[in-house]
């Protein structure tokens, strides 16, 4: 049974090794094709062009006091000329929409909408006096959740594309004009979502709602995070995306199709993973009315956001994500190896399944069975060592790949010393390998328990002069990123 | 002596082949010190006879036990004793003396023990072989199958190991001391060998791409200045050319390196963006003078699209038509960046009707496209033609161009076409001609916008209503309550009480008296309307 269950985790970790091998390559592939592409691109013929398209910015907010403000004016100041920005207020039980009331000198409108997808009762819909804020829009609701406050705002906007993102990220200023542009080529498929690159904000110098500089975090955590981002959205979505298989655009930024969305049900409030949900159900949904569609994904760095800088805020979101992965796998599992959903029925959610929520549990229960070893004296030492050095230089490996995709890209970290800690983490990264594992186990169990809702973390702010202070806020901006 | 040793080897044999595994008996415990069989005893090099195996058997039924293992630790003697007690079914015993736990078997049968080297000695084995294969796999054992005289001392020469040479491409083999002691997935060289290859393998690459991110990243420092410098000396040439009319003979020398010679052909487009009339036909004439124009048409015809469009882009910068044959072919490409740059390399190379390509296209006419090719003629101030003309193109992207075009150049002349493009076949050209009718008030639509409203799907029905009441006319408003009355969708609702308000007083009447009416709720959907912050 030992030797079976060695087997199974010897083989299992051969075929991840392979699959990363293969979404290495893919990804190189597409991000040559984007990049060689994009070179040819200029994106300035959209910012001032009336046939540029509508786009709704849907951005919830749950007692986000600290950083509202200038995070609106950010959104405000979005480098395109066809836009609405709707702020959800979720019920928010600080100041959060009384800030928000005074600085942009809001005032109740009678608004008449309809409750296309359900959500939770909308108070009240406010627009400012002041004509320079007339792109803005505030729904102030009850407390339903992040996904009930994007229910609220695609019924509430009215342009066929909606993008939704977390109030507490930073946004590119050309972010808009990176995500609409697969929408604008004309295509026999029709585009439904696209999404981007995430990065980390932490450590950088962010002054009103501006990154002004990038800098690798400071803190062993963050950093990490940094790493695992860059391979994850570098190297995975890229990779996918090239294979038709995307299933999730990161909840922190995505722009989609208003009509496919409301018709698919819009995010469902069911699940902490109502990123990836909608991605799958979105894409069940044009499968089974047998549209031809697509997922787009760019590799552009779109958006910055916070990410936990301390082991416990860590645990809450990992565990969260597991959960979310867990649903909405769950939800579809109609999809698993099923030919109707194409590659993603074939290729992705298998590779979902395995690798990110079966692998983890494996891995796990493969150190408990080493710790079995350890204590009978029965471990083979030597072949431990081997296999250890085995798994430990083709990770380090693939994270220094990751590394060198993002230095030739789109080379964000200017100081050569910030690459250098980059890779001084990949060499540390996989022995907090084991902490992931136990996260997504303790994220099984609480999937098991039927723990719901998102839970807070502890965070810092963005602002310099903030930093000093930590406050409290719901972490439901990093949900698989 | 050396027959009994033949004997004894010739069991072992049989015992670790029917025990079928040698696994755990040692790891890393085993008897450490070299193997010493007693005085006259040797390794099988030939078959066993009978008279041998009398010998040992008399032997183990008298007075020598045969000793086939000594261990130090007693759980790998007791595993042993185990295995070797099923298969001989003899008595087999344990016992402690120096230090080791001795495996010693004693009072063996003959007929079984022939029957044991019958099943050994197989042709396609001979047992020589056997015994060497059996003394790989059973590396871990301590080899001292040796009758033990329980009084002679006697001196214990070292024996030669058994050597099997592996195949050479292995990084390790059986003698490895690593192997002695790897037993993972049946001990497999090829296994452990692929382990260590691609760890080495990993570290290489690992290091390779860390000096290709860090001279990179020097490579990249270092073209950036030189790229600045080239353009600021080149740009600085170009324009005392241009305008104090020095020789071209200074740019010879540039043109003869194939990078400072791209360097200066971009240089030179990047001037060419600004410059009209004689500046910019000087500029050409410079550009021919230098022979840059053979570099672009080369371009034009590279079969690698991102070359082909750097061509164009300079033949299109100095309208040079040479190559207007292979830009013709790239219109229908299966790449829409070639594809967008050929349309605006032919409206910049062409005098004569320059959008006439339209007509030409196949594939879908992406709003990206559109876009640009707007943007050309807003930015070079390119004589606008008809667009009406386009409206009978059979591409239906080609048309939504066309009415977009007539929507932006006001093309108010275009009225009776785009009533005639109501009727498009195309679900998306009937919306936009519905949207460009309102936007220019075409009024003329409005009856037939009444007409289809029935047939359109909601996108389209949105659109009309919206179109409506741009144009606001008074015998509409009963068509309009009636969708006020019967649609149930709330943003049509809204958009046809708009269309009402926009009638003026008649309006405002209508208006009022919804909301006295029983038949639905419409005081909510007027107070949305007419609150002037919500557009």
Same mark, same amino acid.
């Given at each position: ?51 540029? &398209? ?5 951005? &919830? ?10 995070? /609106? ?185 208003? %009509? ?8 469902? /409030?069911?699940?902490?993973? %109502? ?14 009315? %047998? ?9 552009? &760095? ?24 867990? %649903? ?67 990770? /380090? ?36 390998? &084991? ?47 | ?5 033949? !004997? ?14 040698? =696994? ?45 293992? !000594? ?11 185990? +295995? ?35 099943? =050994?000695? +197989?042709?396609?084995?001979?047992? =020589? ?14 080899? =001292? ?43 497999? $060289? ?9 760890? $080495? ?137 070639? @594809? ?8 910049? *190379? ?11 296209? #196949? ?22 033609? #008809? ?34 493009? *109501? ?13 460009? !009718? ?24 949105? #659109? ?16 309009? @309550? ?49 609150? @002037? @912050?919500?557009?």
């Amino acid at each position: 049974m030992g030797i079976f269950f060695a087997h199974v985790i010897f083989y299992l970790t051969l075929v991840l090794f392979a699959s990363y091998l293969m979404l290495g390559i893919f990804s190189a592939i597409a991000l040559r094709k984007y990049l060689r592409k994009n070179s040819f691109i200029n994106y300035n013929s959209l910012v001032l062009s009336p046939l540029s &398209p509508k786009i709704s910015i849907i951005a &919830p907010a749950f007692n986000e006091s600290k950083t509202i403000i200038d995070n /609106v004016r950010t959104l405000l100041s979005l480098y395109y000329n066809n836009f609405e920005v709707v702020i959800v207020n979720d019920g928010s039980t600080d100041n959060t929409f009384e800030l928000m009331k005074d600085a942009y000198d809001l005032v109740r409108v009678n608004y008449y909408f309809d409750y296309r997808i359900p959500c939770e009762r909308i108070r009240g819909v406010y627009r400012s006096k002041n004509p320079s804020y007339n792109r803005l829009t505030i729904i102030d609701k009850n407390n339903g959740g992040k996904a009930d406050s994007l229910n609220a705002g695609i019924n509430i906007c009215h342009s066929d594309l909606f993008v939704s993102i977390d109030a507490d990220s930073i946004i590119e200023a050309d972010s808009i004009l990176k995500l609409v542009k697969p929408f604008l080529e004309q295509k026999d498929k029709k585009v439904i979502g696209t999404g981007g690159v995430i990065r980390i904000v932490n450590s950088c110098d962010v002054e009103r709602g501006h990154i002004r500089e990038i800098r690798v975090p400071s803190k062993f955590l963050p950093r990490l995070q940094v790493l695992e981002y860059t391979r994850a959205f570098l190297l995975g979505r890229m990779a996918w995306s090239q294979l038709d298989g995307l299933m999730l655009i990161s909840g922190a930024m995505g722009l989609f199709d208003r %009509e496919t969305v409301i018709k698919a049900g819009g995010y469902s /409030v069911k699940t902490v993973g %109502e990123d990836m949900e909608l991605v799958l159900r979105m894409r069940r949904y044009m499968a089974e009315t %047998e549209t031809k569609y697509e997922v787009t994904y760019i590799p552009d &760095p779109l958006c910055w956001t916070e990410v936990p800088s301390d082991l416990k805020s860590m645990r809450k979101q990992r565990t969260r994500w597991t959960r979310g992965l867990i %649903e909405s796998l769950r939800t579809h599992r109609k999809m698993f190896l099923n030919s109707q959903y194409g590659r993603l029925g074939l290729l992705g959610y298998p590779y979902w399944f395995f690798f990110e929520w079966m692998a983890p549990l494996i891995a796990f229960s493969g150190f408990i069975y080493t710790i079995f070893l350890i204590i009978r004296d029965s471990l083979n030492w030597p072949f431990y060592l081997l296999l250890f050095l085995f798994v430990y230089s083709f990770a /380090v490996s693939i994270s220094t790949w990751a590394i060198l995709f993002e230095e030739i890209t789109f080379h964000k970290y200017k100081r050569k010393r910030d690459v250098l800690r980059l890779v001084g983490v990949a060499f540390l990264e996989p022995f907090f390998y &084991p902490v992931h594992t136990y996260f997504a186990v303790r994220g099984n169990l609480e999937a098991l328990r039927g723990k719901k809702g998102w839970g807070s973390a502890e965070r810092s702010g963005f602002d310099k002069k903030k930093k000093a202070r930590t406050r409290v806020i719901d972490d439901s901006s990093d949900f698989n990123q | 002596m050396r027959n009994r040793v033949i !004997a004894i080897l010739s069991l072992l044999v049989f015992t670790v082949l029917k025990a079928g595994h040698t =696994a755990d008996y040692s790891l890393n415990r085993i008897h450490p010190e070299p193997v010493f069989i007693p005085d006259g005893a040797s390794l099988i090099t030939a078959g066993v006879n009978d008279a041998r195996l009398n010998d040992v058997i008399g032997l183990s039924k008298d007075f020598y036990p045969i000793q086939i293992g !000594a261990f130090r630790v007693k759980s790998n003697a007791e595993r042993m004793y185990n +295995e070797v007690s099923e298969v001989l079914g003899s008595d087999v015993a344990i016992l402690e003396e120096d230090g080791y736990f001795k495996v010693r078997v004693s009072k063996l049968d003959l007929d079984k023990v022939k029957s044991y080297i019958e099943e =050994a000695e +197989e042709p396609s084995a001979p047992l =020589a072989d056997t015994i060497k294969t059996a003394a790989i796999t059973a590396d871990t054992v301590q080899e =001292a199958f040796v009758a033990v005289p329980p009084v002679i001392e006697m001196p214990a020469p070292a024996v030669e190991p058994i050597v099997v040479k592996p195949p050479k491409f292995f990084l390790l083999n059986s003698e490895s001391p690593w192997l002695k002691r790897i037993n993972y997935f049946g001990k497999s $060289f090829a296994l452990v060998n692929a382990l260590i290859i691609t760890i $080495f393998i990993s570290f290489v690459t690992m290091i390779i791409l860390l000096m290709v991110i860090l001279l990179n990243r020097r490579r990249m420092e270092k073209e950036e200045d030189l790229r600045q410098y080239l353009a600021e000396t080149y740009q600085g040439m170009i324009i005392d050319y241009l305008f104090s009319g020095s020789s071209p003979d200074k740019f010879r020398s540039i043109a003869s390196d194939t990078y400072r010679r791209q360097a200066l052909i971009d240089q030179m487009i990047d001037v060419s963006v600004n410059l009209k009339g004689d500046a910019e036909d000087k500029l050409s004439g410079l550009y021919l003078y230098l022979g840059l124009d053979r570099d672009s048409i080369r371009r034009a015809h590279d079969y690698r699209w991102h070359k082909k469009i750097k061509g164009f882009r300079e033949l299109a910068f100095m309208n040079i038509k040479d190559a207007n044959d292979e830009i013709y072919e790239a219109l229908n490409s299966r790449n829409e960046i070639l @594809r967008m740059e050929a349309q605006i390399a032919l409206v910049r *190379l062409t005098n004569e009707d320059p959008f006439g390509f339209l007509f030409q296209l #196949e594939r879908p006419f992406s709003l990206w496209e559109q876009i640009t090719l707007h943007e050309l003629i807003i930015q070079h101030d390119l004589p606008v033609p #008809e667009f009406s003309k386009f409206l009978k193109a059979s591409n239906p992207s080609v048309v939504m161009f066309a009415l977009r075009m007539i929507r932006e150049f006001k093309q108010r002349q275009a009225e009776d076409d785009v009533r005639e493009a *109501l009727e498009h076949p195309s679900q998306e050209v009937r919306k936009l001609s519905v949207e460009v !009718a309102g936007d220019l008030e075409f009024r003329s639509t409005l009856e037939v916008m009444k007409r289809m409203y029935k047939t359109q799907d909601n996108h389209t029905c949105l #659109e009309i209503i919206r179109a409506m009441a741009k144009m606001p006319d008074p015998s509409l408003l009963g068509f309009l @309550r009636l969708v006020l009355d019967k649609e149930d969708d709330v943003q049509l609702q809204i958009e046809a009480t708009k269309a009402i308000e926009n009638n003026g007083e008649e309006g405002v009447k209508t208006l009022v008296k919804l909301m006295k009416s029983e038949y639905k709720n419409y005081n909510i959907i007027v107070r949305h309307v007419l609150d @002037r @912050r919500i557009f």
